[in-house]
């Protein structure tokens, strides 16, 4: 499902209660893999397609989550009819943002990606007032925080993209990712009654499956002469960014529910721009500081609780 988890279009609060330092850190190694995986993403492209890395990412991941599954003793949903809802969020929650991400890579580097993929719980806020108006209202919080965010995106995607002829191209598929990880949290209602394990697997299977027909048809990869440091990069993207990170996911909404994992919201943009420039040398504009800032800030207006 979604790199950014948070109640849907729930108020969250910031500070959790009776958790250990084992937990804490199981969430900051969470955010430093998903937060990692623009940088792989980004040194993946170069010598392999991007439909390839979402097939190799999904399959990578599917497999490993398979083998802790079925140690658990748990099984995959059998018929149609219990595969239907895994397809669709597998297509939704997986393929498209996955596939966004990785072509809006091409034109943007990893760190400015990180910083648009946190507007994800802003989009959640909208979408759940249109799905769910009763059960959330509009507030000055809420409405204060979204312009916010907004802003922030404007002002990391610039002037260009609407006085340049495909300016911003990268961005706006970035911000597409975003709203189709918003759609699948609320999509994910629908296989509540799945065990987590189950429901990951299946969902990332699901999205393998849709993939690589269209890796296939689209970039024949079997032309591609991938090298090595795009092949260890798919691979850490497969199993520890996707396999790993989702089994430390469901360990800590078992531990702390939604109230904890919705930290990462404020944790993988700000890892996203590290890995970006400790290991690929890059180098935000002071505007990608500056959104970053008023993106985080509106999560945080947009999620405060009345005392």
């Not at 149609?80 to 966004?100: D, Q």
């Not at 002071?286 to 959104?291: V, Y």
Request: net charge positive; with cysteine.
């Amino acid at each position: 499902m979604s790199q950014n988890a948070r109640p849907l279009g729930g108020a969250t609060p910031l500070v959790t209660r009776g958790f250990g330092p084992a937990d804490y850190g199981c969430l900051v190694l969470l955010a430093a893999l998903w937060g990692g995986s623009f940088m792989l993403i980004k040194t993946a492209l170069p010598t392999i397609g991007p439909l390839t890395i979402v097939v190799a990412r999904l399959v990578l991941g599917a497999t490993a989550l398979f083998m802790v599954m079925r140690l658990r003793g748990l099984r995959l949903p059998a018929g149609l009819a219990g595969w239907t809802p895994f397809l669709v969020f597998g297509a939704v929650g997986n393929l498209a943002p996955f596939s966004l991400i990785a072509w809006g890579q091409q034109h943007v580097p990893s760190a400015v990606a990180a910083i648009l993929m946190a507007a994800m719980p802003l989009f959640t806020l909208v979408l759940a007032r249109v799905v769910r108006p009763a059960e959330n209202p509009v507030t000055a919080g809420r409405i204060a925080g979204i312009a916010l965010g907004f802003s922030g995106v404007v002002v990391l995607v610039g002037p260009s993209a609407l006085t340049q002829a495909g300016g911003g191209i990268g961005e706006m598929a970035i911000l597409g990712a975003a709203l189709c990880y918003a759609i699948a949290s609320l999509y994910a209602e629908r296989v509540r009654h799945v065990p987590p394990l189950v429901s990951a697997t299946a969902t990332l299977t699901s999205g393998a499956i849709l993939a690589l027909p269209l890796a296939l048809m689209l970039e024949q990869p079997w032309t591609r002469a991938p090298a090595l440091d795009a092949v260890l990069a798919v691979t850490l993207l497969g199993v520890a960014c996707t396999g790993l990170a989702y089994l430390l996911f469901y360990r800590l909404m078992a531990r702390g529910g939604a109230v904890l994992v919705a930290l990462n919201n404020y944790l993988i943009p700000a890892f996203g721009v590290m890995w970006g420039m400790l290991l690929l040398g890059e180098e935000p504009s002071l505007n990608a500081f500056i959104a970053l800032g008023l993106i985080l800030c509106a999560i945080t207006v947009a999620n405060r609780r009345k005392r």
